[in-house]
Each structure stands twice: as C-alpha cells, then as structure tokens.
C-alpha cells in the first residue's frame, strides 16, 4: 500500500491551486516524483510554472487538504480499494499512451481488468429505444463472453445495459476474461445516478469502478466530458449503440478516434432519432456493425474458437426463423413493423386492421417481449434472443 508521505504528496499535488492534469505532468517531468517536486526552491519551481503556481508549491498543506488525506487513507484501508498514480506499475498502459492521463486513478474492485489485451467501449443515448438498449445488453454479454472487457460511464440507459450484459457473462464465467469497468464522473466513493447503486455494487464485485476525481466529488457537468477520455483511452476501440447528433457518445468516439482507437457504430432506423449520431459516425468512416464478429474480427484479427453461438442482437437468422414459426396474426404485425418506430395510427393504416384487433394483438406481442410499447403509444419490434 502507498506509504503515507508518498500518498500524501501525491494530493496535496494534485490540490494545489493552479495546478490540474496538465501542470502536474509537467512538474513530474521536470523534477521527478511529487515528493521531489516541493523540494525545490521557487525560483525553479518558476521555470515551469507561474509564481503564483509556485509559490503556492511552497506553502504548507491546510487543514481540508490535511483532511482528505485523512479520508482517503480510511478509505484505502477497505479491501479492494486502490489508488494508482502514473508512477505504479498497475496503472492501465492504454490510458498511459493518450495525450492526457489523470495523474490519479481511484478505483474499486478488479484491478486486473485494466491490463486485459481486450476492451471495448459501448456508449449511447440516456434514453433508447427498447431494441437500442437490447443491443447494448446482447452486444455487451457476447463480447464479454467472448473474452472482451466492457468499458462504459454507467450512465442510464446504454450505460446501463452494457454493464449489465457483461456482468451476466462475468457471473456465469468467473474465470474467464471478460467483466465490465464503469469510469465515472464522481468520487469513487459515490453512486450516481443514485438509482444506479445495486448496479455499482455489483460492478464492484465482479468487475471495477474507476475514477480520477477525489473521494466525496458529486457530480458536475463538466466532470462527465473529461469521463469520456479516459472511457475512449481504456479502450481498444468504441462502440456506439444509439445516439443523438448532439450527444456525448459522440464526444467519447471523437476521443477515441484522436487517440487512434477504432470506432463503430449500429445503424438503426432512419425514423429513429436515436440512431442519427450513429448514421453520422458511419458517414464519417466508423465502422459499421450488425453482429459481434464485426468487433471481434476488427479487434482481435479472428474470431476465438468455442464462443458461445450468437444471441439477441446477432441471431437475426434464428429470429426470422423464430418469426415463420409464428401465429399469423403475429407475422402480419411484426411485418407492418418491420424495424422502425410507428404510431398506433400508423400500424392500423399498415395492416387495414380494426384498433380492437390492433389492440389485442399488441397486447400479447408485448406480453411476449416481441413488441415495446414506447411513449407516445408508439411501437417498436424487438429481435428475441
């Protein structure tokens, strides 16, 4: 365990006022470890940072930094909880090599998952459609299963249920490779959202949450764009399940193609909104995926011998199967359906039905997990795993 000299100088660093990531990279190229850094004089200090930057250097820690340093060691002292600076040996050798590492590392749980040879990244919308947050489930478990770690934000929606298809792959192979790493935009030692917290605790346990911001942060807006780099940074490649133009998924793909990672996108329904910043991303060269050999023929050069056979979002043979061997009333409606997103109005004018029938079998559709009922009384098909 860090000593408690080295831990804190290291946070009185890091809390110095005027010194961030930047400056902090630049003290530590200069002068070696942070102890090394408040040994010396201010008009060295000066020749890297501002005087004010330095004389603030010189000055002796004050009672809140004093404090944290007490907090974190308490914290530290609980099993399973680690703090990694760009020094120590565990820190992840991906994050290593991006433009902007965080000096500091806080995480929870598997510290072995930041140097597996195989992660991804799957971001998207707060709020997808039932079949985008299918995909970022199935996807998620596949990949997982097949060896991958899944990185993610544990954001709601697509977040969401890419920690928890890995996590189900996890549980059912604990010896395996794959699990989850949920990067967030607070203190490790907090949960948000706040109905995330079952979902944090089971990360913890089978998988790691990780965190450059200091114990106690609450969340900010501005703490979730820096979130994103090092997301992207973990991460071999990035996969985008749904998302707007205007959304920080696209942020998280833009990072990860500046810092040479893949990028790839699952196109969706022109009618979706959802699936706009996707079409965007393939327009601008990400690569397109229907299964998950696309990702793991990209990433790992071939597809690893006994994987599990295709589910959910990569059976769409064995859901047309699956639909053949369906009632017809059934086949007519999930025909009219097709893959976009229509309006109770819009079924009927499809299938010339009455909205008593329309009705009825929507109803059994949805009881099956066929069908999603969005907002709107609007109506979505969803591929059965």
């Not at 998988?207 to 071999?236: D, Y």
Request: aromatic letters at 4%.
């Amino acid at each position: 365990m860090m000593g408690e000299a080295e831990l804190a100088s290291w946070l009185r660093l890091l809390e110095t006022p005027g010194v961030g990531t930047e400056t902090a990279r630049r003290l530590l190229a200069a002068f070696g470890l942070p102890e090394q850094v408040f040994a010396q004089s201010a008009a060295l200090l000066e020749r890297v940072v501002p005087a004010a930057v330095a004389r603030a250097l010189r000055s002796p820690p004050e009672a809140p930094l004093l404090e944290r340093i007490a907090r974190t060691r308490e914290w530290l002292n609980e099993p399973r909880h680690h703090l990694l600076t760009l020094a120590d040996a565990a820190y992840p050798p991906l994050l290593l090599q991006t433009a902007d590492p965080p000096p500091l590392l806080y995480a929870r749980g598997r510290l072995d998952l930041l140097h597996r040879p195989q992660t991804l990244a799957i971001v998207g919308s707060r709020h997808p459609s039932a079949q985008g947050g299918r995909d970022a489930h199935d996807f998620a478990r596949d990949l997982s299963a097949a060896g991958m770690t899944i990185v993610s934000g544990m954001a709601r929606g697509v977040d969401a249920q890419a920690h928890l298809g890995a996590l189900l792959a996890a549980q059912d192979n604990p010896d395996g490779a794959g699990s989850t790493i949920a990067v967030l935009g607070t203190g490790c030692d907090r949960v948000y959202p706040a109905a995330h917290r079952e979902l944090a605790h089971r990360i913890a346990e089978h998988g790691l949450l990780l965190s450059e911001f200091p114990l106690g942060t609450a969340p900010a807006r501005g703490n979730f764009p820096r979130r994103n780099r090092i997301i992207s940074g973990l991460s071999r490649g990035v996969l985008v399940s749904e998302a707007a133009v205007q959304s920080g998924s696209l942020i998280t793909a833009r990072l990860a193609a500046e810092q040479g990672r893949e990028v790839f996108a699952i196109p969706g329904s022109i009618h979706n909104p959802m699936s706009r910043g996707c079409h965007r991303l393939l327009r601008d060269g990400a690569k397109l995926v229907e299964c998950v050999d696309d990702v793991l023929s990209e990433l790992q050069g071939t597809v690893p011998q006994g994987r599990p056979e295709p589910t959910g979002a990569d059976a769409a043979p064995a859901a047309h199967a699956d639909l053949d061997a369906a009632a017809p009333a059934a086949r007519e409606l999930l025909d009219a359906l097709g893959y976009a997103i229509l309006s109770f109005d819009e079924l009927a004018a499809r299938t010339g039905r009455s909205a008593q029938w329309l009705g009825e079998h929507l109803i059994e559709l949805e009881l099956q997990g066929r069908v999603a009922r969005l907002p709107g009384a609007r109506y979505q098909r969803i591929e059965r795993a």
